[in-house]
């Protein structure tokens, strides 16, 4: 019934997060701290290129990964139209099949929160399996501060003069025992004013407290974990960034 990042919200992502677009002045925080590793770093859940494209242009050599093969092939649109190589993978986090060891992995803007927490020690072992010995691992969290049940939000985006897509956002509810909270996104392409194509995604962002999140960093088998909050320059942020060695 539902689509994850299929073609349609897709083509949003790329209109909302277009390459090079810093959210919060992620791209920037994740620069400084990543700017000296001069082994491979490989991006979780690269999207369309967002980070990844820019990092490679300042001449780190990055890898991205994704389960999304539209987000793919997107990615590798963007690539090709900045002129930079890489390489990018379809695959699943919680069984990784890469024969590079990483220097640094990275996983920012909370986009480790979208997996569901069955997942996530698989997913963390996966990672610590796939870097060199005392390599970095950096991802961020979020907590939703910002939740509010029942709320819905609608967006257009325009694709060209006769065509666009209308998104519909509503919010579920919030899980307070499992942790998570949930919407109903809803994409719809419109063309020439008939709505000829629907994309539905069940939304949910799942949220862990600091010390649990350390927790299960270190029964994973992480060491030396440390974390900040708000790009260290905002107290207040919900977002908050591990970093962790193997």
Not at 27 to 52: D, H
Not at 124 to 151: C, Q, R, T, Y
């Amino acid at each position: 019934m539902f689509v994850e990042y299929g073609k349609l919200s897709t083509k949003v992502y790329e209109i909302t997060k277009p390459v090079g677009k810093s959210l919060d002045g992620d791209i920037e925080y994740y620069y400084e701290k990543l700017k000296n590793v001069t082994g491979p770093i490989l991006e979780a859940g690269v999207g369309t290129g967002r980070m990844l494209i820019p990092f490679i242009q300042k001449g780190l050599t990055m890898e991205g990964i994704d389960l999304s093969e539209e987000m793919l092939v997107q990615c590798r649109m963007n690539m090709n139209e900045h002129q930079v190589t890489g390489n990018v993978f379809q695959g699943d986090l919680t069984k990784l099949e890469i024969e590079t060891r990483y220097e640094a992995i990275m996983m920012p803007t909370g986009s480790f929160c979208l997996l569901p927490k069955f997942m996530i020690k698989d997913v963390l072992k996966s990672f610590l399996n796939h870097l060199s010995d005392k390599g970095l691992l950096m991802l961020d969290i979020e907590l939703p501060v910002w939740f509010k049940e029942a709320e819905v939000s609608a967006s257009e985006f325009l694709l060209s003069d006769d065509s666009g897509v209308l998104f519909t956002s509503t919010a579920r509810g919030m899980d307070w025992f499992e942790q998570k909270v949930s919407y109903i996104h809803r994409y719809e392409l419109v063309e020439q004013g008939i709505v000829t194509e629907t994309e539905l995604s069940h939304f949910t962002l799942y949220w862990y407290g600091i010390e649990e999140f350390k927790a299960i960093l270190a029964e994973v088998g992480f060491t030396d974990i440390t974390y900040t909050v708000g790009y260290e320059k905002n107290d207040e942020s919900s977002l908050v960034t591990f970093f962790a060695k193997k």
